[in-house]
């Protein structure tokens, strides 16, 4: 029989009642003639629950103990899940990772799936059952210790099972009803798209549209899974929610899919650097040491051996990121007069696959900025996708008018 | 290092504050010398929620997946106990009952340790782990799922881990500080026993002093680990708690080592019973098939080929009982003329090693019973008990008048 893996986020299975709801389309499934592979995350608020255990027990944690509390919200979500099915009359059992087993690195709390060897629960499909509840989010190490892939690792250990078990698709239930546009709560106009490739999908997903964890859809992409983001809280609809698939399974694909934002964005300056081979290296290497997520990267032309180094990260890790580049400076590892720090900047990114071969999709959306009389403070740009830095007040206008411009309201 | 077991139940680890008293109590021991073995319960509550969720996804749930839910609090546990003494520069790490692995044998939700493999423990304490902290009460099974021992099997976990690795001793803390002479509820004369034998204690536990669990008394008595029992809210004493040990190792005993009750106990009554070869197995069988905990069983004399056969359950399962030997009559397999059910009687046993030496307990027994006005229903002894049901309204009377007579009070 044909193999699906159906994942459930820990909103979809965060009471008793909403387990059942879950495992009655899951039951639908295997009516359709389906073999299952149910994917679980922790009942939503357990994940959390244990961890501040933990944190509270041991600020510096020892992260192999973190993943052995941690994963336990799973394992309670798949027993109780294959006992609903079993109510139901369909063939099921929970696996807990070690039990399958998913084979991970040895990196606790943020270990990657080496191998799924599929014979345990072939072997079992093979002799009649119909469902196998898999805890997400967990594994086993070499030395037989749990590990645990960090957070959204249900969507990943999902990905990897469809690829492992050639899974015809693989749909992750969710609290929202698939991609949309641009965010509906920013604007009205958000359109739930059908249908987005993967490429688009990473870009979104890493600016803040944060509907899938970013590994699964990599994962996703080189597997050639079919992925299906859709909400656990609709009637069925074989066809709801957004198929995330190969740019080749989308017929007509629009120029842009998409407007992503994030927020909480601030920009940093560091005035007349000592431009040398190796600065950029001798900059970024402290602040990544130091723990600072820096996004985008722009070197202003060199003047008479002096340049201006611009980057972004989050708002709240501004302090942290001076502190690195002044003790660098202090060592005498770099050289700079002074720092800038925006704190009010938020970026607005275009995305789309079909930039590729379409041109003046920047020119456009540089104009409809302009013409709202938004200022652009940094730019950058990938193949598919062009982002900008804005004052943040301008941002829920700015996504608004690039929304309208691109007719993305439109199929 | 001589190797220390010690067993930490759910009321001792309910919080993190508790499971911080419960490690410094540890880490107390290792800089006493021991290699220690910690066995957790989960905290307190948390397998009653899970018992509750399994409950209510399936009535009738599947063992399996039961035990793959429930065993997830202990798990947690050990995890954060781990944690916490790392924190106290304790070497320590936490071991599920699968990473030992404690091999049991496959009957889900009270399954049989069969064996504990020392070699992995032990290659951690020789490479300068201190304490290995085992998740209790869950082992696996040879077809590599999770088994749980039954309520109260942490205590059994313990113990055999105590057998296993041939620990100097097994302390079981939990949040009574002792074995008493009768409870101190219903005689405030009640008091503290240092030592008392495994025989008395087993039959002590099975009569309602519910301390340690039945099974692991017996495990302990057949492979001679000395077990303490002592409370986890005192202060630090190694003296503390009773020794439950050999008879031998009990200097001078005491004839009487204590009086027990049980409180809800019926009296049922089968009529003019056919009175033939084989007819107590007619009856008990069904009784057994139905679920009913018989307790004793008094067979009058038989007069003209019929007989009464009375005996004890407790009363809530009094309506089964009926039940059971009516179906059997039904069926032709017994024959009696009338059931009568007495629901208000307690049992009271006086308890001791040295019955087995002295004579005349039994008849002081009913001696004090006597000239207290309480009439004795029944009456069944062994070795070292002796046993009646009397009124349950009696039952405080019976107990403080036996401790007052056998001079419990004195050490």
Redesign the interface.
Known sequence: MPILVMKFGGTSVAT?DR??RASKRVAREVANGYDVIVIVSAMSGRTNE?VG??E???PL??A???D??VS??E??T???M???L??MDVPA??W?G??VPVKTTGVHSAARIEEIPSENIMAKFGEGMRVAVVAGFQGIADD???TTLGRGGSDTTAVAFAAAFGAERCDIYTDVDGVYTTDPRISDKARKLDRIAFEEMLELASLGAKVLQTRSVELAMRYKVKLRVLSSFEEYDPNAGTLVCDEEDIMESKVVAGVAYQRDEAKMTLISVADRPGIASAIFTPLAEAGVNVDMIVQNISEEGRTDMTFSCPVDQVARAEKAVTDAKARGDINFHDIVADKDVAKISVVGIGMRSHTGIAAKMFDVLSKEGINIKVITTSEIKISVLIDRKYMELAVQALHDAFELEKA
Chains 1, 2 share one sequence.
Do not use: K, M, P
């Open positions: 008793l387990i059942h244990l255990w933990v509270e027990t041991s944690f020892d192999r103990e973190y052995a509390v336990s919200g394992n309670v798949a027993g109780l294959a006992l609903r079993q109510e059992r929970s807990q070690w039990q037989g210790r749990i």
